[in-house]
């Protein structure tokens, strides 16, 4: 077992997770006789169905409301839904909200929970791995909006989190996938980690492999939101790929999340090269290789000139016609860059000529 802890200082928020097999069907019993709160389920319909028995198990007869799964309900509706639902079940300020499930019904259960009468107790249930390594920690809570991934959401921080290895028996190949995207990413901002993968880049998917990386991922951004919670500085590393990745995954919506990362991490990659001498030309290369061994999809097969005009709204752009990237550099360092939206544009075009 591991436990993790994120002090947030200043607001004195405090944050645990904890890493083990069965961590559900011991943490919440736990949690829920220590805090003497009751419970309200939020999951969505794949979970449900796979997860049914387990949940009553956990909670005998829960309150519970279920979303369709998916990106595309990563919405105002589906966020309202959930809250009219908690109001209709009368939850109070003593009650705690159990988002389970995948990094969507996270980030919407927790935007709810900070919502509700301005703030219930959330606890986050990650069955995903992409949920486990990243979403469900740091607080980072949102939902889609008038075109613009994340839009409308806050920061704050999960009381609890349970990261149980045992709900990745069911995913499927492809959303393993989609959370070594995220693995890969932190690999390329620490350096024993990307060490770590690159010398079992033949057992990434090896669910006892998997088991092993989750806490290592989870401490890792466990220390950088302690250090900055809001993502005045530090925390904006966690966005490598990103800039790209979040454009092209609103203006083509065919792969899921931890897929247009992965992308987005090798055109980022590729214009540290071709733009920051400084950068380590062979370490990058690697880096390449490492995103390309679990993306199944071809990077340059995408529109990426359509696409750029969706990084015009990007979050951490500064400026009405900068585009800001964060790019790998080296062996676990990594470069903010602001571009001119037009050299951005043709830069990207430029790259996936080579690809
Ligand atoms: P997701 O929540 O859509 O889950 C992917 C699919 O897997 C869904 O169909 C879901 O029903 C299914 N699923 C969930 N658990 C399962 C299990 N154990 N077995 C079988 N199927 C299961 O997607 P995701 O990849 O988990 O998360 C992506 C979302 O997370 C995006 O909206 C992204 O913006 C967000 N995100 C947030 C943060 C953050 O810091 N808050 C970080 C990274 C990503
Ligand atoms: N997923 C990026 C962050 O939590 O900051």
Redesign the pocket.
Known sequence: MKTIHIRIKGTGEKSTVVCRKRAFEEGIPKYLSETKKRAFVFT????YR??KRRIAEVFGEARIHVMP???KY?TTDTLFALIDAMARERLHRGDALIAL???????IG?LAAALYMRGISCVQV??????QV?????????V?FAGV??LV?VIRQPELALADPT??????PR?ID??LG?IVKHGALDGELFDLLWDNRNFLTDLDFLSEIVPKNIAFKADIVSKDPHENSLRKC?NLGHTTG?AL?LYDGTL???EY?LIGSIYEARLAARLLKESDKAYLDRFEQLARSVLQADPAAFDIGGAAEKARLDKKNVSENGIVVTAPLKRGEYALLELPYDDYVRELLTIREGL
């Open positions: 969505d319909d794949n979970v796979l997860y799964a998916g990106e990563k499930g995948g990094g969507v019904v996270g980030d927790g990650p069955t995903t791995l992409l949920a990243d979403s469900s920690v740091g607080g980072k809570t949102a889609d991934k994340n959401g709900f990745f028996e069911t995913l499927p959303e989609c959370g995220e966690l979040h995954e899921s999340h931890g990362v």
